[in-house]
């Protein structure tokens, strides 16, 4: 097999000098010994180019642009030489995160894109570092197609369903919704954007007593949009009328506000009850059944693209790679395109 591993930081090569576990670099040699004895347990050759961000991370530490800045280099790589597959060791608080936002921004690379970390550092007694590693080394060599996975304890999950669910366990994470990728991808294709301008997007989760200027604050502060995590099938504490008041004028200036659901199971169904339906009036998209690191994640991938509006509602709603339960299908959206200026989306930064 020939592997790009990528080391961007987190617990796997951590250190304590006193003041607390914090990121180290020049792992490569530990990295080395590891892919050595898998080659003699598994009488099988492994090629790997080692590689470290320029800055290695705790993952707390992960904002937007490190997704980028590692699908960057993942993709530079594969076009760069041949490769059965790609390995980013990561730290575990944001992984799920991370992998949701490389499996949208690499959606079109052929090999497979795994992540993995642990738990407990290399080195120290009883390290899971060793044995995810292993494990994302086996999972290209037994499950060769392309897409992007966390693996990681003794599973493989979807990135676009993953998320982390135990701060201490080696089964640190679990994907608990289904995972139904389209049978075709869809094509979805955008006007040439030029200098489309990056703007933030961010996540909140209602909860009882929440008032309206606190989601008002988050939709000015994420002038790109905001995943609004509510109850149940999209339900939340209307405060009167001031909480649809503020969605409503949030998707007057542009913002978008994606409802998704606390709940492991189930879908949002804005329809269903009278908040629900109020939010969809006012504005309001429907995350359908995905996760919050997805809907995240999504979100931001089609902010950068430059979508708003009609064409953001529409591809939202889209299952562009498992992240959603196939849901209904969602009212088609043309937009007015010239065909000398409309291309398939292939991003490079």
């Given at each position: 097999?020939?592997?790009?591993?990528?080391?961007?930081?987190?617990?796997?090569?951590?250190?304590?000098?006193?003041?607390?576990?914090?990121?180290?670099?020049?792992?490569?040699?530990?990295?080395?010994?590891?892919?050595?004895?898998?080659?003699?347990?598994?009488?099988?050759?492994?090629?790997?180019?080692?590689?470290e961000l320029e800055d290695v991370i705790d993952?707390?530490?992960?904002?937007?642009?490190?997704?980028?800045?590692?699908?960057?280099?993942?993709?530079?790589?594969?076009?760069?030489?041949?490769?059965?597959?790609?390995?980013?060791?990561?730290?575990?608080?944001?992984?799920?995160?991370?992998?949701?936002?490389?499996?949208?921004?690499?959606?079109?690379?052929?090999?497979?894109?795994?992540?993995?970390?642990?738990?407990?550092?290399?080195g120290h007694p009883g390290?899971?570092?060793?044995?995810?590693?292993?494990?994302?080394?086996?999972?290209?060599?037994?499950?060769?197609?392309?897409?992007?996975?966390?693996?990681?304890?003794?599973?493989?999950?979807?990135?676009?369903?993953?998320?982390?669910?135990?701060?201490?366990?080696?089964?640190?994470?679990?994907?608990?919704?289904?995972?139904?990728?389209?049978?075709?991808?869809?094509?979805?294709?955008?006007?040439?954007?030029?200098?489309?301008?990056?703007?933030?997007?961010?996540?909140?989760?209602?909860?009882?007593?929440?008032?309206?200027?606190?989601?008002?604050?988050?939709?000015?502060?994420?002038?790109?949009?905001?995943?609004?995590?509510?109850?149940?099938?999209?339900?939340?504490?209307?405060?009167?009328?001031?909480?649809?008041?503020?969605?409503?004028?949030?998707?007057?200036?542009?913002?978008?506000?994606?409802?998704?659901?606390?709940?492991?199971?189930?879908?949002?169904?804005?329809?269903?009850?009278?908040?629900?339906?109020?939010?969809?009036?006012?504005?309001?998209?429907?995350?359908?059944?995905?996760?919050?690191?997805?809907?995240?994640?999504?979100?931001?991938?089609?902010?950068?693209?430059?979508?708003?509006?009609?064409?953001?509602?529409?591809?939202?709603?889209?299952?562009?790679?498992?992240?959603?339960?196939?849901?209904?299908?969602?009212?088609?959206?043309?937009?007015?395109?010239?065909?000398?200026?409309?291309?398939?989306?292939?991003?490079?930064?």
């Amino acid at each position: 097999m020939r592997i790009e591993l990528l080391y961007s930081g987190g617990t796997f090569g951590m250190v304590d000098q006193g003041a607390g576990l914090r990121p180290r670099s020049g792992i490569g040699g530990e990295i080395a010994d590891i892919v050595a004895r898998f080659e003699a347990d598994e009488e099988r050759s492994v090629e790997v180019r080692y590689a470290e961000l320029e800055d290695v991370i705790d993952s707390s530490d992960a904002d937007p642009a490190t997704a980028c800045r590692i699908a960057e280099h993942v993709r530079s790589s594969v076009e760069s030489a041949p490769l059965d597959g790609v390995i980013v060791i990561h730290g575990t608080d944001t992984m799920a995160y991370v992998g949701a936002r490389l499996a949208f921004e690499l959606r079109e690379i052929t090999v497979p894109l795994v992540l993995t970390g642990a738990q407990i550092p290399l080195g120290h007694p009883g390290s899971d570092a060793p044995s995810n590693l292993r494990l994302a080394l086996n999972s290209i060599a037994a499950e060769p197609g392309p897409g992007t996975f966390l693996a990681f304890g003794s599973g493989r999950h979807p990135a676009v369903r993953a998320s982390k669910r135990a701060g201490d366990d080696f089964e640190a994470f679990v994907a608990i919704r289904e995972f139904t990728p389209p049978p075709t991808p869809p094509d979805l294709r955008i006007r040439g954007l030029g200098n489309a301008v990056r703007r933030p997007v961010g996540l909140v989760t209602v909860f009882p007593g929440m008032h309206a200027a606190f989601l008002d604050v988050a939709t000015h502060h994420y002038s790109g949009g905001i995943v609004l995590e509510c109850y149940g099938s999209g339900t939340l504490p209307l405060q009167g009328c001031a909480t649809i008041e503020t969605v409503r004028q949030a998707t007057l200036r542009g913002t978008p506000v994606v409802v998704i659901t606390q709940c492991d199971s189930g879908s949002v169904d804005l329809g269903r009850y009278l908040p629900g339906r109020a939010m969809l009036d006012a504005g309001a998209i429907s995350g359908g059944d995905m996760t919050r690191e997805s809907a995240l994640a999504k979100l931001a991938y089609l902010v950068d693209l430059g979508l708003s509006g009609p064409p953001l509602r529409h591809w939202m709603s889209v299952n562009l790679l498992g992240e959603l339960s196939n849901p209904p299908a969602a009212p088609a959206f043309f937009a007015p395109v010239d065909d000398q200026d409309t291309h398939p989306i292939h991003r490079s930064r």
